[in-house]
Structure formats: C-alpha cells, structure tokens
C-alpha cells in the first residue's frame, strides 16, 4: 500500500507529468524535440535500439538518426504510448524509482488509419526521476523490455 507524505504526494504527480511529457514527445515529434521539453536530465541513461544511450546528446543522436534512416525508407511513423498501471516508489527526497505498463501502436505515415492496428508491442518500463538543482523532476534512467511484441 503506497503511502505518501504530502510533499511526496505533490512530486508523484509532478513524476507523472515528466513522463508524460516523454510520451507525448515521442508520439507528436519522434523525439526530435526531446530537449525542448526538459523530460530528460543532461546524464540520463537511456536504453533504446537495443543500445544504452549515455547522456541526453547521445539520445538525441538516436531520434535524428532514425528519424533520419525512416524518412529515407519508408516514412515516418505514427505512434502512440500509452502509460498505464505507473507505480512510484521514492528511494530519496529527490530520487524515484518508477514502473510501468507500456503499450505502444505505431503505423506508416500520417493518421487517421481506418485499418486494423494491434498493438507493436507490450513493455515493462523501469525509469529512474531525479529532481535537478533548478526544483524540476527529470527522468535520469529509462529501461525496458517487452513481453510481447507484433511478429
């Protein structure tokens, strides 16, 4: 049972919020704007391609790169994220330890898509939220791994 204090209660949501954030970059930029939104701390440890990403330069170089290899190919994609069952666990004042539930869908081109789409794939996602110098809560550490995924 989560028991928080109110101060704690008040950083749960504001962990919330970030990640959210994070998604919402994602799904409307394809993390081409990952900066822009302050989602992420300078040092974040980020595992994507199947590759840790070491600082937030190092993720950037990712999204533009693969954004990159997709408008050479076949497109850009469309994705959504979508969050659910997020658990937050405090390991110190400024220190967070988050889990959750990622489903995420993604399709060629530009929506709305009236045929079929199931989901690309199911993950467990481990994050880590630090609250920088300036008061803001940043994500520092970002993990994942699915359990299920489109064939």
């Known amino acids: 049972m989560a028991k928080f204090t109110p101060q704690q209660a008040a950083d749960v949501l504001a962990i919330k919020q970030v990640i959210y954030e994070w998604g919402d970059e994602l799904d409307i ?28 330069q190092d993720v950037e170089a990712f999204y533009k ?28 004042e400024d220190h967070a330890k988050v889990g959750y539930l990622l489903v995420f869908f993604a399709a060629l081109g530009d929506g709305p898509f009236d045929t079929y789409c199931d989901p690309l794939a199911v993950a467990d996602v481990k994050m880590e939220c630090r609250r920088d110098a300036d008061g803001e809560w940043r994500i520092s550490l970002f993990d994942s791994g699915q359990i299920f995924k489109r064939g």
């Open 29 to 56: 930029h394809n993390g081409l704007e990952m900066r822009k939104t302050g989602c992420l701390s300078e040092d974040v440890r980020y595992n994507v391609g199947g590759q840790w990403r070491e600082g937030l």
């Open 65 to 92: 790169g693969r954004a990159e290899t997709m408008k050479a190919g076949a497109g850009l994609m469309t994705m959504r994220h979508i969050i659910t069952s997020l658990r937050v666990g405090f390991e110190a």
